[in-house]
């Protein structure tokens, strides 16, 4: 099956690690994203590391970072709900989003619990569009 959706960050605690240089640095952001109501509806906690490759303190928008974390998705799947966790890489350039996931097996809960598949996401003017390829 496929789904889609969007979602936008509704809470973003981001702190360095690692300073490497003046524009090199590994974070860790805790975050959580809001699904909104589309065939993906719910809220996912994640947890990224980052490395900036070169990173703007004035502009975010100017950085650019690798990142990889665990998102744990709690809610509703084309109408079925439960929770699942997938593993997440990505990067962020000049503005550019891109990341692929994976579901990671066994972690699904409720009527999302034999979940299997893979997902992506990329950065748009207002949120970031989300797209699910899956078996339940």
Avoid at 19 to 32: E, G, M
Avoid at 54 to 83: C, I, P, W, Y
Wanted: charged content about 20%.
């Amino acid at each position: 099956m496929n789904s889609h959706g969007t979602f936008t960050p509704v809470k973003w605690e981001e702190n360095t690690i690692d300073q490497i240089s003046a524009v090199k640095k590994i974070t860790k952001a805790s975050v959580i994203l809001d699904f909104g109501e589309c065939e993906i509806a719910g809220k996912a906690t994640v947890e990224w590391m980052m490395f900036y490759s070169h990173a703007d303190e004035k502009d975010q928008h100017n950085s650019s970072a690798a990142f990889v974390g665990l998102m744990r998705f709690n809610g509703t799947l084309n109408g079925k709900s439960g929770s699942f966790v997938m593993a997440d890489r990505g990067s962020f350039k000049n503005g550019a989003l891109n990341a692929s996931l994976t579901i990671l097996p066994g972690s699904g809960t409720g009527d999302l619990a034999a979940i299997s598949g893979s997902a992506k996401y990329a950065s748009s003017s207002s949120a970031v569009d989300f797209e699910m390829e899956y078996e339940i």
